[in-house]
């Protein structure tokens, strides 16, 4: 074990910095420990499982959790869990405008003095955004809605996910209220657009900042003021231990690849298509099915028309959980040749289900794939990419079951669930302790 895998070894149960936080008491899944509300953009949402799998694991753990979401009602969901979700999801627009407006003299009565105080908050943002005006306001309508239905509900600290909007939110209904807030920070969409969300107020103004990677938090300390760096904690997604069952990793004998993400930019599918026309060229046979959908499919598809892939390239679209493991195990390998990314959860799978992953040197997917769990290349290479998918397509299977047991290992190391859980829960009970 190098010196990396034993500081990761050490980190498995305490993957917040312990040196710069508070000491945290210890918690009882056992008992309640208050109510916490998860406010969000869209809920459920596709491509947001681990938002789905980090409330249940926090509802393990003993918490009550308020599902808040703007929009999402009326969403196309594939998965039944996904779908069961829906009616315990309270959405802000459902009412409409009107119970918007309402919601906003609500707020007005209620606090008059915090209610201007927060209007100024939210105008502000105006000077560096790069939306116009109305996005603002609408936020703030938002924030007053959300502001009265959390008091209703008696919540005691509000959680978000991504600094955007929802941190943008959750800033203006602790303005209003009072009530703290605390946001996860994936990228790298926050980074690219740090100061037009305000993300250091933003970091500034909450209770405290989760960083899903190493990486992440660096981003984070360049974009936070020095004090409020110790507020700053790594705690990393994670899979749930039933994700797959127990037993031997057995390599696909197919040749035959699978990539699984939001068919975008930051993903670079775009390459795939150029890589695959690369090795059909080569006269070899194999397939490559990507699993999911988004804004680059018509063009992910012309370059599939172009290069006359259609026999080598299959898109499924979005698929449910059972879908997406039965496609990794049918595979030989999950690729991946990101251009930007936070940590992507696609590969936590493809290596829980022992599969190797071929994927780029970005953000903080070194810091879980190795090369002996996979093939890391430069991000933008379609030579590297081309190189790693043959590289991967003429692995023995005794090299590929090597490749897949670290994986596995890794995975479980790094990113069980109900343990993230356990860093996350502490920090809330801390948070809560301190306002009591």
């Given at each position: 074990?190098?010196?990396?895998?034993?500081?990761?070894?050490?980190?498995?149960?305490?993957?917040?910095?312990?040196?710069?936080?508070?000491?945290?008491?210890?918690?009882?899944?056992?008992?309640?420990?208050?109510?916490?509300?998860?406010?969000?953009?869209?809920?459920?949402?596709?491509?947001?499982?681990?938002?789905?799998?980090?409330?249940?694991?926090?509802?393990?753990?003993?918490?009550?959790?308020?599902?808040?979401?703007?929009?999402?009602?009326?969403?196309?969901?594939v998965?039944?869990?996904?779908?069961?979700?829906?009616?315990?999801t309270?959405?802000?627009?459902?009412?409409?405008?009107?119970?918007?407006?309402?919601?906003?003299?609500?707020?007005?009565?209620?606090q008059?003095?915090?209610?201007?105080?927060?209007?100024?908050?939210?105008?502000?943002?105006?000077?560096?955004?790069?939306?116009?005006?109305?996005?603002?306001?609408?936020?703030?309508?938002?924030?007053?809605?959300?502001?009265?239905?959390?008091?209703?509900?008696?919540?005691?600290?509000?959680?978000v996910?991504?600094?955007?909007?929802?941190?943008?939110?959750?800033?203006?209904?602790?303005?209003?209220?009072?009530?703290?807030?605390?946001?996860?920070?994936?990228?790298?969409?926050?980074?690219?657009?740090?100061?037009?969300?305000?993300?250091?107020?933003?970091?500034?103004?909450?209770?405290?900042?989760?960083?899903?990677s190493?990486?992440?938090?660096?981003?984070?300390?360049?974009?936070?003021?020095?004090?409020?760096?110790?507020?700053?904690?790594?705690?990393?997604?994670?899979?749930?231990?039933?994700?797959?069952?127990?037993?031997?990793?057995?390599?696909?004998?197919?040749?035959?690849?699978?990539?699984?993400?939001?068919?975008?930019?930051?993903?670079?599918?775009?390459?795939?298509?150029?890589?695959?026309?690369?090795?059909?060229?080569?006269?070899?046979?194999?397939?490559?099915?990507?699993?999911?959908?988004?804004?680059?499919?018509?063009?992910?598809?012309?370059?599939?028309?172009?290069?006359?892939?259609?026999?080598?390239?299959?898109?499924t679209?979005w698929?449910h959980?059972?879908?997406?493991?039965?496609?990794?195990?049918?595979?030989?390998?999950?690729?991946?040749?990101?251009?930007?990314?936070?940590?992507?959860?696609?590969?936590?799978?493809?290596?829980?289900?022992?599969?190797?992953?071929?994927?780029?040197?970005?953000?903080?997917?070194?810091?879980?794939?190795?090369?002996?769990t996979?093939?890391?290349?430069?991000?933008?290479?379609?030579?590297?990419?081309?190189?790693?998918?043959?590289?991967?397509?003429?692995?023995?299977?005794?090299?590929?079951?090597?490749?897949?047991?670290?994986?596995?290992?890794?995975?479980?190391?790094?990113?069980?669930?109900?343990?993230?859980?356990?860093?996350?829960?502490?920090?809330?009970?801390?948070?809560?302790?301190?306002?009591?």
């Amino acid at each position: 074990m190098d010196i990396h895998d034993r500081m990761l070894k050490d980190l498995q149960f305490r993957t917040f910095d312990r040196k710069t936080a508070p000491a945290l008491p210890r918690v009882c899944p056992a008992r309640k420990r208050g109510r916490l509300a998860y406010l969000t953009s869209q809920y459920p949402k596709v491509s947001h499982t681990f938002i789905r799998r980090e409330i249940q694991a926090m509802e393990r753990q003993g918490w009550d959790i308020v599902r808040l979401a703007v929009r999402g009602w009326d969403a196309e969901l594939v998965d039944p869990e996904d779908k069961a979700e829906l009616p315990r999801t309270i959405f802000a627009l459902k009412g409409g405008a009107g119970s918007l407006l309402l919601g906003v003299m609500q707020a007005l009565k209620r606090q008059p003095i915090r209610f201007f105080a927060t209007l100024r908050l939210a105008l502000l943002a105006i000077r560096c955004s790069d939306k116009p005006m109305a996005w603002h306001v609408a936020y703030f309508a938002e924030a007053c809605w959300f502001a009265n239905t959390l008091t209703n509900q008696n919540v005691s600290h509000l959680h978000v996910h991504f600094g955007s909007n929802p941190a943008e939110v959750a800033m203006l209904i602790s303005a209003l209220t009072g009530i703290s807030y605390s946001i996860t920070i994936h990228g790298p969409e926050e980074f690219d657009r740090a100061r037009a969300i305000r993300l250091r107020e933003k970091v500034g103004r909450a209770a405290f900042v989760v960083a899903i990677s190493f990486y992440c938090r660096s981003q984070l300390l360049r974009n936070a003021d020095m004090e409020d760096w110790p507020k700053i904690s790594v705690i990393r997604c994670g899979l749930p231990r039933d994700y797959v069952e127990a037993g031997p990793v057995i390599p696909s004998a197919q040749a035959r690849l699978v990539c699984i993400g939001r068919l975008c930019e930051q993903k670079g599918q775009l390459l795939l298509a150029q890589a695959a026309a690369a090795l059909a060229a080569e006269g070899r046979e194999f397939k490559l099915v990507i699993v999911g959908d988004g804004d680059d499919r018509p063009v992910i598809e012309q370059q599939i028309a172009k290069y006359s892939l259609g026999n080598i390239i299959e898109i499924t679209g979005w698929a449910h959980e059972a879908r997406v493991r039965s496609e990794i195990l049918a595979a030989r390998a999950l690729v991946l040749p990101s251009l930007a990314e936070g940590l992507p959860i696609a590969l936590m799978e493809a290596m829980r289900l022992g599969r190797p992953v071929l994927t780029t040197y970005v953000a903080g997917i070194p810091e879980l794939v190795t090369p002996e769990t996979g093939w890391l290349f430069p991000a933008g290479s379609t030579d590297d990419l081309v190189n790693a998918m043959r590289a991967c397509l003429d692995s023995t299977p005794e090299h590929l079951l090597a490749m897949g047991m670290r994986a596995r290992e890794r995975v479980q190391l790094l990113h069980d669930l109900d343990a993230q859980a356990r860093s996350l829960s502490a920090l809330f009970e801390a948070i809560l302790e301190g306002t009591e």
